[in-house]
């Protein structure tokens, strides 16, 4: 049976007085997409901030490729090869769109830049306004600029939070090709309202309340399941 | 052709966004005014002066508005950093009259006993800078109130043991002497020393601006200006960013004041003080955490100061003040702050 | 038909909780022993020395309260309220002096102009501070405070400049007048002048305390802890910080005008310096912000260590006549009050009274558990 790529063991979260994540267990395969569902306060966007550092663990353990983590600095846990899409402000809107990738890059070597052409093939908006100051671009552009800039870098780890939230779905179907194409050399974690997203980008999931797991599985199965899908998604 | 077409078509032309151009065209284009009444020859002699003294206020200024815009600190004991830089200045130039590149020093001599003042300002101050953020900055990390009364309190101390190395009275720096005195350019006395500080003052700008702009350590520092989480999460220490942004912002703080030394020929432990109120109002005007913008306040605040002290002298401060106040009311986060 | 008015409310319950338990409490003995001490004071030390501390002391833990009402309990950081306490004292001074002669009225005459001009000022700043950043507008308050101080430096027609205001008080309150003793002290201009600061300062004091245990300032204190919260409930809550700026900046000013009593001359230094307004500040923080009663305690010790410690100096001289760099070390006492100010603020963030407060509650706590 192959290894988990990373593993959270009874994970505790407090922001401020509040008990967000009261016990997750999640194990994630190499190489495959796995997608983190739940309502709305489950905890689904703390986990990922608690895999990075931004909101530390309170207790529990957090084990990536067989190192803990749970007590590492956000910059720490991204050396080891962890890319963060985060939900809202990933990009920089003072930077130009080429300042927002160099930053990203973590060495500016000949395969970075090789990667960069392959991104400018899945986005070429990217190409067309190299030079302008990110903040102009409209909200998807900004969107495709956060994840084609985690692209960058040869991550083994890329934990993404709502990617397609506000996008029209045109966008959304480019992202979904864009996520799908990666996810054969990276692990991918995936926070997702949009379940159609989810279920097409997702080979496996965990479905987390009130803080805890409270289910996983295969996404083929999820897609059949009317009935888990209406009473943890609220998806009729 | 759409609006965002039309913005980018500007912005790759012009390097800045219409805004900030409409922004930088008012504001240089005001500074005519007083020529309404002020005779064209004072009215020169006083702009030097005016742009001279901006440049050594955006010296301090730089450092301040930098270390609010990316730790979001709040540091009083940025005037501390100046009165040292200007005693040690002052140190120095008394050690180097005993070997003649002082008084009676040629134009060599002169220029290298200035860049060895502002060489070791900025030394002392880069580890003054680097000390006082290691100890007690990153204390206060997060509480506006819990900087202010820490480095005030930091501040308070230097000083004194400032007034304990030296001594608490004001002293007379001597100038290097290529740099006494004053050219006649059409009728319009220019002291070379006002010259010096101008120059100063823009190789400073251009350096920050090279530095800033260009280099990969001045996109990070742009981006942790803005925000410091997505940086961290990109893999850059941000800790050791700050320590870094703090001593240069001290160092710069240094070299102002040795500056001001040669500039002003006397010193006097509270000039750290009052150096830090212009720097202050200099950082507001300007915009927190945007280096442009305390250029441009810094030559505001110098030549209103200066137009302002030649026809009504007791309002020269208060004028200041005012603009602040103006400023602040149009454009709350500063000329050009964040939105 | 039931009358539903006559159902407490629960502001009104706490209320009557405490006016029960108020002759019982111990900080009200603390409060009482204090008082007698100050009553009690001159006439048992006629130094003019403990005189002076005392007093010193009074009119500062005033100042205090009030910035505490306006830091502590509104949670609004402004480095101009020394300008209040200016503005108060100049009133007094420059009253008397530009009419050439000392009476009853002039004092009155001051106190309204300081309250008036106080009142404006603090609605003009108040203004300010909703307009902009917190921390814009505590540099602004400061270039604000610094700039008055260089007016009244350099507005020699009006304020005589650095040299300073130097005039009398009317009647009995004149440090000529004297007239026999009262329990074996002279009574003099002194001796009445600090009563009448007394009577003045208790009630100022009052007035802060009456005025943060009111309805007022409990949204106050809603406001401070989470103004999003407070607004949302519907209160509109810049007219309250106005409120509490106003009343505080106003109490800073009156007391201003005891000191300018007392001192019988003013000048930028002593009542508009950015150091004054550092002393002060201090006073709170070592006492405690939000606490008003922790003002008391900052400003004992730190007036009682500008009266003493400069005499440090004089220590050293003594101990080690030969070292110099000891008798320099010695003399810049100013730099051990740097030293305070930080240790208190890394270790006592609450103030004395703010850490006293939190033991006895985690006493109180512990006590109440079942079993451990």
Sequence with gaps: ?236 | ?339 | MENKAMQPTPVQMERRALRQVRFTRPALWVQLLLLACLIAGPLLLPSFRAMDVMTKVMIFAVVAASYDLILGYTGILSLAHVTFFGIGAYSLALVTFHSGHSAWYHIFVAMALAVGLSGVLAVALAFFSLRVKAIFFTMMSLAFAEFVFILGDQWHDLTMGEDGVSFNLPGVFNVNWSSGTIFGAPLNGRLLTYYFILVASVLLFIGLVRFVRSPVGRVLKSVRDNEQRSTALGYKTFHYKVLSNVFGSVVASLAGVLFAMWLGYVNPTSVLGVPVMLNVLLMVIIGGMGTLYGSIMGAAFIQVAEAWLPDLQKLAVLLLPTVEVAHRLAERWILYFGILFILVVIFFPKGLVGTARDIIARRKLRLAEPNH
């Excluded at chain 1, 016990?23 to 190499?30: C, I, R």
């Excluded at chain 1, 495709?144 to 934990?159: K, P, Q, Y």
């Excluded at chain 2, 020169?44 to 609010?68: C, D, E, K, Q, R």
């Excluded at chain 2, 240094?254 to 432990?269: C, D, L, N, R």
């Design chain 2, 1 to 339: 052709m759409t609006s965002q077409a039309a913005t980018v078509g500007i912005q790759e032309k012009s390097g800045m966004d219409p805004k900030k151009l409409g922004v930088w065209t008012a504001s240089v284009g005001i500074w005519f005014l007083p020529l309404l009444w002020i005779d064209p020859t004072t009215y020169a002699v006083l702009t030097v002066a005016g742009l001279a003294m901006g440049m050594l206020i955006f010296l301090t200024a730089s450092g301040l508005t930098l270390i609010f815009g990316l730790m979001d600190v709040l540091n009083l004991a940025h005037g501390a950093f100046f009165v040292w830089g200007a005693y040690v200045g002052f140190s120095l130039l008394n050690a180097l009259q005993k070997i003649g590149w002082v008084e009676g020093a040629g134009a060599a001599q002169s220029i290298g006993s200035v860049m060895l003042c502002l060489l070791a300002a900025l030394v002392v101050g880069g580890i003054m800078g680097i000390v006082l953020e290691k100890m007690l900055v990153r204390l206060t990390y997060g509480s506006h109130l819990k900087q202010i009364l820490i480095t005030m309190g930091a501040s308070l101390i230097l000083v004194e043991v400032l007034k304990v190395v030296w001594s608490p009275n004001d002293e007379v720096v001597i100038v290097p002497q290529a740099f006494q005195g004053s050219w006649d350019v059409m009728d319009v006395i220019v002291t070379k020393c006002r010259v010096v500080a101008i120059v100063v003052g823009l190789a400073v700008l251009a350096g920050i601006q090279l530095v800033m702009m260009r280099t990969k350590l001045g996109i990070i520092v742009r981006a942790g200006v803005e925000n410091k989480e997505v940086v961290e999460t990109l893999g850059y220490n941000i800790r050791r960013v700050f320590t870094g942004v703090f001593c240069a912002g001290a160092a710069l703080a240094a070299v102002g004041g040795t500056m001001w030394s040669i500039f002003k020929e006397q010193i006097h432990p509270a000039m750290g003080e009052e150096n830090l109120i212009f720097a202050l109002i200099v950082v507001i005007i300007g915009g927190m955490g945007s280096v442009t913008g305390s250029f441009l306040g810094a030559i505001m605040v110098g030549l209103a100061f200066n137009y302002v002290a030649y026809t009504l002298p007791p309002l020269a401060l208060g004028a200041n003040i005012m603009i602040m106040a103006v400023i602040l009311l149009i454009r709350p986060t500063g000329l050009m702050g964040k939105d």
């Design chain 1, 1 to 236: 049976m192959a290894e988990a790529i990373l593993s959270l063991e009874r994970v505790h979260t407090y922001i401020e007085q509040h008990h967000i994540l009261q016990g997750v267990d999640l194990s994630f395969m190499p190489g495959q997409a796995t997608v983190l569902l739940g309502r709305n306060g489950a905890g689904k966007s703390t986990t990922l901030r608690t895999i990075m550092g931004l909101t530390p663990a309170s207790s529990g353990s957090i084990t990536l490729k067989s190192q803990a983590i749970q007590a590492m600095k956000p910059y720490e846990v991204a050396k080891l090869g962890v890319g963060f899409v985060p939900e809202d402000q990933a990009v920089l809107y003072t930077l130009s769109v080429e300042e927002n990738f160099r930053l990203a890059m973590l060495t500016e070597n000949e395969s970075a830049w090789a990667r960069m052409e392959t991104i400018f093939e899945l986005f070429p908006d990217m190409k067309k306004f190299w030079r302008s100051k990110a903040g102009v671009l409209s909200g998807g552009q900004k969107q495709m600029l956060a994840i084609a800039r985690a692209f960058v870098n040869d991550h083994d780890l890329l934990l993404i939070d709502e990617p397609s939230k506000g996008l029209a779905p045109i966008v959304v179907d480019h992202l979904i090709e864009s996520i799908n194409h990666i996810k054969n050399h990276t692990t991918v974690i995936l926070v997702e309202q949009n379940f159609y997203m989810a279920s097409h980008v997702g080979v496996a999931y965990f479905i987390l309340d009130d803080g805890r797991t409270v289910h996983q599985g295969l996404m083929a199965d999820l897609v059949h399941d009317e009935g888990l899908k209406q009473k943890y998604l609220g998806i009729a």
